[in-house]
């Protein structure tokens, strides 16, 4: 069955500085992976999805991701952080369902 | 378009009631899948529809269930409620079943079990 681990439940992250969020996963076949973000008392909103083909994909609000197959991860970044990014984020593999990470809370401090 | 819609926002119930959520997909979307968010357990699938059928089903006992309408509309039906039902259920809709396929999420409807 597959699964995705996001290894950090919270990260805190000072306003400019680059952020990085870590998601591993379990597949045996092509994983078509995403991010989705939650603010609080919100649904999900979808960063970015990979499918196949480039393994640098871009998202919305300056996010992007690495799929690396060797790894098994589909990391998230933003190079610059904004308050607003404060939310909690969650990596997902579909196999007909999403199986969704714990999440990790991101902290935004000024 | 339209987002996912899902009403009503909000919920309390108490135990042993019945409640129904709906749900109205974005235009154009037949599939309707339905997610628990709980602190506990957080993101788990509950169950999928497409065309007015049952997909796939995830690891809830039988008093969760659900139907699709022919105009792609689901509702969720949780009968004999128990305290540990009280969570966010989420809403998704994609354009057709299948793993390549993206699920687009409604904001949710936020239920209390007393």
């Known amino acids: 069955a597959q699964s995705v681990t996001q290894p950090d439940i919270h990260i805190t992250v000072s306003e400019g500085a680059s952020l990085e969020l870590r998601c591993n996963y379990s597949?045996?076949?092509?994983?078509?992976l995403f991010w989705y973000v939650q603010s609080p008392g919100q649904g999900l909103q979808l960063l970015l999805k990979y499918f196949s083909g480039d393994t640098l994909v871009q998202g919305i609000k300056g996010f992007e991701a690495e799929f690396k197959r060797s790894q098994s991860s589909f990391n998230l970044r933003k190079p610059s952080v904004h308050w607003s990014d404060a939310a909690e984020y969650f990596c997902?593999?579909?196999?007909?369902?999403?199986?969704f990470g714990a999440g990790t809370t991101v902290t935004v401090r000024a | 378009k339209a987002g996912v819609t899902q009403t009503p926002r909000y919920l309390i119930k108490t135990r042993g009631q019945q409640v129904t959520l709906s749900c109205s997909p974005i235009?154009?979307?037949?599939?309707v899948s339905w997610y628990q968010q709980t602190p506990g357990q957080g993101l788990q699938f509950l169950f999928e529809?497409?065309?007015?059928?049952?997909?796939n089903k995830g690891n809830f006992p039988g008093r969760f269930s659900g139907r699709q309408f022919s105009n792609s509309r689901s509702e969720m039906n949780v009968s004999t409620l128990e305290l540990g039902d009280s969570a966010l259920y989420l809403c998704a809709s994609s354009s057709r079943q299948g793993a390549r396929e993206t699920q687009y999420f409604g904001p949710g409807t936020r239920l209390l079990v007393l």
């Open positions: 235009s154009g979307h037949r599939s």
């Open positions: 997902a593999i579909n196999d007909y369902k999403l199986s």
């Open positions: 597949y045996g076949a092509t994983p078509y």
């Open positions: 529809y497409f065309s007015e059928t049952q997909r």
